[in-house]
C-alpha cells in the first residue's frame, strides 16, 4: 500500500486574513501560501520561515511550514515546526497528525497511532482533513498487519468525505494486497480515477492498477464461462417445478428438481438460492451453507446469500470461513448493519476483542438512533477492550 497516499488538508484563508505583524511578515506570508499551494515547498519554506519571525502567535502558519518540510522529505524540521504549533494550540487536529505522518515515514507506528488518535479526537479545519487522519490511522494498521482495523478506517474516511481520493486508492490496494479481492479492488481504483485529479501523483498508478486487474478479472471470468456446460430452457424448466414442489412443500421432490436445474445450468441463481433455503428449514446447515456460497458465486451482488453463509458458518464455528464470506460482503455492501453485526460476533467468539469493539462501533453509526437496542448494545460494546 501507499505509504503518501494520505494528505493532510487545511484551508488557507484563516492564515491569509491574519492580522498580527509587519507589513513585510505579512507579504511573506502571503507569499509563503502562494507557494505552498503552487507546490513550490522550497520557497514556501523560505517565505514561511520569514514570516515566523514576526507573526509568532499562529498555529496555522507553523502547521503549513511543517507541511511544507513534510512535503520535501525533512522530517526534523517539520516535526519542530508542528510541535511550534501544538505549544500555541494543543488541540491543532491537523498539527498532530502531521506528527503522526513524521512518526510514520520513521516507522514508529505506535507513536504514529497515538498521534493520529489525537488527531482524530482534536478539531480540523474541513471533511478532507478528517478523512486524511483516519487514512493514516489506516496505513499505520496496516503496517501493524491488523487488517480488520484498516478497512473499518478505510470505511469511516469514506463515510466522511466521499470525494477524498486517497480513502478509494489505500481502501483499493488493501483489497487487493490484504484480501485477494480483485473485483472490489478494480471497483475502487476505478472510483479513484473518477474522483482524483490526473495531476495526483497516484493517478498514473492507478490506471495501471485498473488495466492489470481488469485484464486479470475478465481473463478470468471468461475461463470459467468457457469450462461451462449451460442449457438455460432446460434449467428454466426445472427451475420453475422445483417452484411448484417447493410451493406445495415437497421439500424432496423441490431438491431433486433444483440440482437438475444446476445441472443444466450452473449459474441458475434462484435453483442454488431455493435449494439453501430449503436445507436451511430442513435444518442442514453444512448443505445450506455450500448452496448459499454458490448462490453468491452466480450473483456476486446478492447480500442476502452473503449474509445467510456467514450465519451458518458461525453456527458451525467455522469462523475463518464465516471471515471470508463476509469480507467480500463488506466489500460489495459496506455500510450493511448485518454484516458488520456478524463480524462482530465471529470477532468476540475468536477473543479478538479490540476488532469486535471496532466492529461493534461500526455497527452502532450504522443504526437509527431511535433504534431500541441501541443503548443496551453501545453499552457491551464500551465493555471490550480498545487494544
Known sequence: MSRKAFLLLLGAGS???????????????RDGMAAFNEKNYAEAITQLTRATQRITNSADLYYHLGAAHLEKGELEPAAAAFNAALELNPRHGEALAGLGQVAYHKKDLPKAQAYFGQAL???????????????????????????????????RAQQASRKYAP??????????????????????????????DKSDPYYEKGENNVKRLRLNVERTQSEELDALRRDPA?????????????????YVKAI????????????????????????????Q??????????????????????????ELAYQLKRYDE???????????????????????????????????????EFYLSLLRDNDKNKPAYETWVKSLPAQ
Not at 15 to 29: N, T
Not at 127 to 136: H, S
Not at 234 to 250: D, N, P, R, Y
Not at 266 to 281: D, E, Q, S, V
Open 256 to 283: 431433486k428438481l433444483y440440482r437438475d436445474a444446476l445441472a443444466a445450468d450452473p449459474l441458475t441463481f434462484n435453483a442454488a438460492f431455493g435449494l439453501a433455503m430449503i436445507y436451511k428449514r430442513q435444518g
Open 234 to 250: 432446460v434449467a428454466a424448466q426445472f427451475l420453475h417445478e422445483g417452484i411448484t414442489a417447493q410451493s406445495a412443500k415437497q
Open 167 to 196: 480513502s478509494l486508492y489505500n481502501l483499493a490496494s488493501l483489497y487487493r494486497d490484504a484480501y485477494n479481492l480483485r473485483e472490489e479492488a478494480l471497483d475502487q481504483f476505478e472510483l479513484f480515477l473518477h474522483v482524483a
Open 121 to 155: 479526537a482534536a478539531p480540523v479545519s474541513s471533511d478532507d482533513a478528517k478523512a486524511g487522519i483516519l487514512n493514516g490511522l489506516a496505513l499505520t494498521e496496516v503496517g501493524l498487519q491488523r487488517n480488520d482495523l484498516a478497512r473499518l478506517y478505510l470505511l
Open 15 to 29: 492564515l491569509l486574513a491574519y492580522g498580527c505583524g509587519s507589513d513585510s511578515s505579512q507579504s511573506a506570508l
Open 285 to 310: 446447515k453444512p448443505e445450506a451453507l455450500e448452496a448459499f456460497r454458490r448462490a453468491t458465486t452466480i450473483n456476486p451482488g446478492h447480500q442476502d446469500s452473503y449474509c445467510q453463509a456467514a
Open 322 to 360: 464465516a471471515e471470508k464470506i463476509l469480507d467480500r460482503a463488506i466489500a460489495r455492501s459496506p455500510y450493511n448493519p448485518v454484516s458488520a453485526e456478524l463480524m462482530v460476533r465471529i470477532r468476540y467468539a475468536e477473543t479478538r476483542f479490540p476488532e469486535a469493539r471496532a466492529y461493534g
